[in-house]
């Protein structure tokens, strides 16, 4: 691997909902999380763009969805990210509160179990989004919301590790090292007998890590609701933003260029397997047009949709 910027983990997730009401009670209500931003999708403003997170909207700690209300369901398969896991702390007891409150909202829910030395709980959210929680032992930062329904010590600490299906795990680990500066640390297996690699962006634990499911037996996927439009990992300010989008053209990476999305910038591409990736700044953040203690309550516009405000809210659903 050449020399270039280095990536501090994921910074955020998204996916897809048809529902969004029900999505709001399931992530917000359940889940605890906070909505730190009502917004639009900046390329389909006829789409909500829900953002929930930590107490502080942190960046590493959210999870994202365009609301399309008429999309299909998600067929799964490979060349998709097949399961978002969300870091707690307290261990196999913390996870057996958290069962008890998925199964008594209705979820799916598995058991808890340990995946590569770690207490995890599979479930899925109600349109079938694959969900894990996963213990951190506590590692890092947590900043809880007041606001929430979950108990400060329960409440989901940020996103991580992203598990990808691929079939060919080559192609993938092959940018994911030499194009974006990960290392393969490890393997495991799942309970079907895939192989599992495991590429980490330094020290930073599950929040940093993607798992590469090896799992050539599947159909590709369909995108839907149920699934995940792209993972974005961090890089910390516009200089880093700017040398990323310079390595990906200097190693020929199709890309999107540099996008402002306003609470932090974007750049796109696609690795070989198909999966859409993101590099997004930490910066300027969630509270860039709201007071900190009031994110999340309107719909907010970046600068430049709010001459379009009056025509955008007619073609949207109300959110409670």
Do not use: C
């Not at 398969?77 to 409150?101: D, F, K, P």
């Not at 509270?287 to 719909?299: A, H, I, K, S, Y």
Request: aromatic share 8%; net charge negative; glycine share 12%.
């Amino acid at each position: 691997m050449s020399d270039g910027p280095t990536l501090h983990g994921i910074h955020h997730l998204t996916a897809v909902t048809a529902r969004a009401r029900e999505n709001l009670a399931f992530y917000r209500d359940t889940m605890g999380m906070r909505l730190v931003k009502k917004t639009v999708n900046q390329d389909d403003v006829r789409a909500y763009h829900l953002f929930y997170a930590d107490g502080r909207g942190s960046p590493g700690t959210d999870v994202t969805f365009f609301d399309w209300s008429m999309a299909a369901r998600e067929r799964r398969g490979t060349h998709s990210i097949a399961r978002t896991a969300l870091r707690i702390a307290g261990g196999r007891e913390a996870l057996g509160w958290w069962r008890e409150r998925l199964a008594g909202a209705g979820a799916g829910v598995g058991e808890p179990s340990e995946i590569d030395g770690r207490w995890t709980l599979p479930f899925e959210d109600p349109e079938g989004q694959r969900l894990a929680l996963v213990d951190d032992g506590g590692q890092g930062e947590a900043h809880p919301w007041d606001g929430s329904s979950v108990p400060a010590e329960r409440q989901i600490r940020g996103l991580g590790p992203i598990t990808l299906s691929v079939p060919d795990p080559r192609p993938t680990a092959t940018v994911l090292v030499e194009l974006l500066g990960m290392e393969l640390t490890r393997s495991y297996r799942l309970d079907g007998g895939h192989e599992v690699l495991v590429a980490s962006m330094g020290p930073g634990g599950p929040g940093a890590e993607l798992h590469l499911a090896v799992q050539p037996d599947l159909p590709p996927a369909r995108p839907g609701a149920g699934g995940v439009h792209h993972v974005a990992f961090r890089t910390p300010d516009d200089a880093t933003h700017g040398a990323w989008l310079e390595r990906l053209d200097a190693f020929g990476i199709p890309n999107s260029g540099r996008v402002d999305r306003f609470y932090f910038r974007s750049l796109y591409f696609r690795e070989p397997n198909g999966i859409l990736f993101e590099i997004a700044t930490d910066g300027p953040g969630f509270d860039v047009d709201e007071p900190f203690d009031r994110m999340g309550e309107t719909l907010a516009l970046p600068p430049f949709l709010e001459p379009r405000r009056a025509d955008i809210e007619a073609n949207l659903r109300p959110l409670p």
